[in-house]
């Protein structure tokens, strides 16, 4: 996002946290601006009707209120109208900020069943599944596969395997994946989830196991690195010989056995 929408959704997380540290039920607030976002997707004239800066802010929030105050809480109709009476750069910025804001809300559910960790965890995971298994990829992105078939399919998958929070979003992104690969939209929903707890997401690949202590001693130097508090999904890899390889957002730190070899390759060719 840019300029006046950076700033909208800024102001909108703030109008969020404040409605979830008030005690506002987070679990029923993600899912109905989960709605809100579907709504902004598939009626794009009444996205740019509510997104419209020349428009009063008043007629923007007085159009959501008619269409929406009798069909979601009184929590969720704050917000949505905290996000109309906003500005908007272009009009896919108001459905962006809400599909974030959502993923806030579901993560912070999680973080109050003490199952935050968890949700990032399973989050990376069926990631790394989807990315792995095609059938399964296509399966779930096919917009010709009936909605039940694929709830049918991420029952089988998840049901009693993945904390509730987490097949919300997976199934969100099953459904309605907005232009974007499963990967993706999983990527940017555990990152969300990361910043609940101002962390940073570390992807390490390494060629065995961490133990426990590697992982406490690896985090922390991250951490001291960084600034932050950083959250580790760790890969089994086959190419990483030994030591590891970290990526953190465009950033890689490689430190494989491998990488160092092609490194001596690379200064021997010279």
């Keep these: 996002m840019r300029g006046a929408s950076r700033a909208s959704s800024a102001e909108a997380r ?17 899912d109905e601006l989960f709605s809100f976002a579907v709504l902004l ?35 969720t109709l704050e917000q949505v109208t905290g996000l109309v009476s906003g500005h908007w750069s272009v ?13 806030i809300a579901i993560a912070a ?16 995971r069926f990631g790394r599944v ?9 399966a779930l992105s096919n917009p010709f596969i009936a909605a039940d078939r694929k709830q049918q399919l991420l029952d089988e998958l998840l049901a009693g ?9 997976i199934t969100q992104v099953a459904f309605h994946p907005r232009g974007r690969s499963l990967e993706a ?6 990152r969300l989830a990361a910043e609940r707890r101002e962390r940073l997401v ?21 951490a001291a690195a960084y600034g932050h508090a950083v959250h580790l999904n760790v890969v089994l890899d086959p190419q990483v010989v030994g030591g590891l390889s970290v990526r953190i957002g465009d950033e890689l730190i490689d430190g494989s056995m491998a990488s160092r070899l092609a490194e001596l390759r690379r200064r021997l060719a010279a």
């Design 14 to 30: 703030d109008r969020l946290a404040a409605a979830l540290d008030g005690g506002a039920d987070a679990g029923q607030l993600g």
């Design 41 to 75: 997707d598939g009626e794009p004239g009444l996205r740019r009707m509510l997104s419209d800066p020349s428009r009063d802010a008043r007629a923007r929030t007085g159009l959501a209120e008619g269409l929406l105050s009798e069909k979601i809480s009184a929590a």
């Design 91 to 103: 009009p896919g910025d108001l459905a962006d900020a809400t599909e974030e804001l959502a993923v």
């Design 109 to 124: 559910a999680a973080e109050n069943a003490a199952e935050l960790d968890e949700l990032e965890d399973e989050l990376f």
């Design 130 to 138: 989807v990315e792995a298994e095609p059938d399964l990829r296509v």
């Design 161 to 169: 395997k993945v904390t509730q929070s987490a097949l919300r979003l």
């Design 185 to 190: 939209s999983l990527a940017d929903y555990a």
């Design 202 to 222: 570390a992807e390490v690949h390494v060629a065995t196991e961490l133990s426990a202590d590697q992982r406490d001693r690896l985090a922390a130097a991250l």
